[in-house]
C-alpha cells in the first residue's frame, strides 16, 4: 500500500473493503478483506513481463550468444566462417552491463596483518548453520565457537535460529570459568542470530566483530 500511495493512488477501507482509484480519480479494484484481514489484490496482465525482453539489436545479441564475447573477436569469427550463419558484426554504441560486472574485480587481502589473539578467548569466532535432516532431539541448526589463540572449537546444537544468544551466554560462562579468562571480542560474518545480544554485549564488555559475508578471508580462522 505504501508503493501504491507513492504512485498517487487513493486506498479506501470501510466495511471490510478496500477500494483502491487512481490519481485521475479512476476506479481500479474494490477488494475484500480476507479472514486474516489481508486485502488480496489480484491484476490481469496482456503479457508476462519476464518473459517479454527482447534484443532489438542482432550485434549485441550474437554477443550475448557466444558468451559476451569481444566484437572485433567477433568478426573474425565471421570472415573465418568459425561459426555458421554469424554476420559482419558493427561495434554498436554502449557498454554491456554483464561485462562490466565481470570484469570487476576485488583487492586482496592483505596477510599476516589481522588482528590474532594473542591469549586463550581474546577472539571468538562463531557461525551458525542449518542441516537438512534434524537430529533424533529435533535440533536443525547448530553453532560454532572457536578461540583464536588455541584453535579449540566447541558445538552447540540448536531448535531454532533464535536460540543462539542462549548457547553464547552457556558457551560463555563455561569457558570463562574453566579457563579463568575472559571473552574480548566475538567476530562473527554478519549473520542475523546475535542480534538479540547487542544489550548483553554492551554489558559485558564484548566487542561484536563483524566480517564482510562471504569473505572467510578476514576471519583469520579457517
Known amino acids: 500500500m505504501g508503493q501504491l500511495s507513492e504512485k498517487g493512488y487513493n486506498m479506501q477501507i470501510h466495511d471490510g473493503y478496500c477500494t483502491l482509484i487512481d490519481k485521475n480519480r479512476r476506479f481500479i479494484a474494490n477488494v475484500k478483506m480476507t479472514p486474516n484481514r489481508l486485502f488480496l489484490l489480484k491484476v490481469q496482465h496482456d503479457k508476462i513481463p519476464c518473459l517479454s525482453s527482447i534484443i ?3 550485434d549485441w545479441l550474437w554477443h550475448m550468444r557466444l558468451g559476451h564475447y569481444h566484437f572485433s573477436g567477433l568478426n573474425f569469427l565471421s570472415k573465418k566462417e568459425y561459426v555458421s550463419g554469424l554476420p559482419i558484426i ?8 554483464t561485462c562490466e560486472i565481470g570484469k570487476k574485480h576485488r583487492e586482496s587481502f592483505p596477510t599476516g596483518n589481522s588482528w590474532r589473539a594473542r591469549k586463550p578467548l581474546e577472539i571468538v569466532h562463531s ?5 537438512e535432516i534434524p537430529t533424533h532431539g529435533g535440533s536443525r541448526y547448530f553453532i560454532t565457537f ?11 546444537l540448536l531448535k531454532q535460529k533464535s536460540e543462539a544468544c542462549d548457547a553464547f551466554k552457556s558457551f560463555k560462562a563455561f569457558v570463562e570459568k574453566q579457563s579463568g579468562c575472559k571473552i574480548k571480542a566475538l567476530r562473527t560474518n554478519r549473520g542475523q542470530e546475535y542480534l538479540a545480544c547487542a544489550d548483553f554485549f554492551d554489558h559485558h564488555g564484548i566487542q561484536h566483530q563483524m566480517t564482510t559475508r562471504y569473505t572467510p578471508q578476514q576471519n583469520g580462522v579457517a
Open 90 to 97: 558493427n561495434i554498436p554504441e554502449g557498454i554491456c552491463e
Open 146 to 156: 572457536i578461540d583464536d589463540f588455541s584453535i579449540k572449537a566447541w558445538v552447540y
Open 56 to 58: 532489438q539489436n542482432d
Open 127 to 131: 557461525d551458525l548453520c542449518m542441516v
